[in-house]
């Protein structure tokens, strides 16, 4: 984040209702929590809209999982997963997809806000640092699970998709 100083940039932050920092870009992050039947998603036809989308998974995770009883395995990834997800909510992102390693949010949609791409850099340095600052247990062994986070912001068309599981913003 350009002109928050890092020592102070996370911690000023930490609590998504409070106000950012004044050289910050953007004035408030507000947490959205948002469900799939929430009527401000986008509609079926699409809604063209400029957001910022945040991929987060782990790195050589078939490695680090493979060595694992499969019951552990899934220990494992779910305790990560839901390490990666919680700075995207307490950002105001919205969960799109996650698939086996890996997490899909957006920022910006269903809700439109100005400061998505704030939000969405936000939500990834959280999850690094979280990574970068503690380990994952699993059967009282400590293990060091790395990740990558990429974002980018654009124009995209946003849309509701019914799928076998749900409705899904794709």
Not at 58 to 76: C, G, H, K, Q, R
Not at 93 to 98: F, L, S, Y
């Amino acid at each position: 984040l350009h002109g928050v100083p890092r020592e102070q940039g996370m911690s000023e932050v930490s609590n998504p209702t409070e106000p950012l920092p004044a050289t910050a870009v953007a004035k408030n992050v507000v947490p959205g929590r948002l469900q799939t039947a929430d009527p401000r998603w986008p509609s079926r036809h699409g809604e063209r809209r400029v957001t910022t989308i945040l991929f987060a998974d782990i790195v050589s995770s078939t490695a680090l999982l493979a060595a694992l009883d499969p019951d552990d395995a899934m220990e494992l990834l779910d305790a990560a997963i839901a390490r990666i997800m919680s700075p995207i909510k307490a950002f105001g992102g919205t969960i799109a997809r996650v698939q086996g390693d890996g997490v899909m949010a957006i920022f910006g949609a269903p809700v439109a806000v100005e400061d998505h791409a704030v939000r969405a850099c936000l939500a990834g340095l959280a999850i690094s640092r979280e990574f970068n600052l503690r380990t994952l247990k699993r059967a009282g062994e400590d293990i060091r699970v790395d990740v990558r986070v990429g974002i980018n912001s654009g124009l995209i068309v946003a849309r509701t998709v019914q799928s076998d599981v749900g409705l899904e913003l794709d």
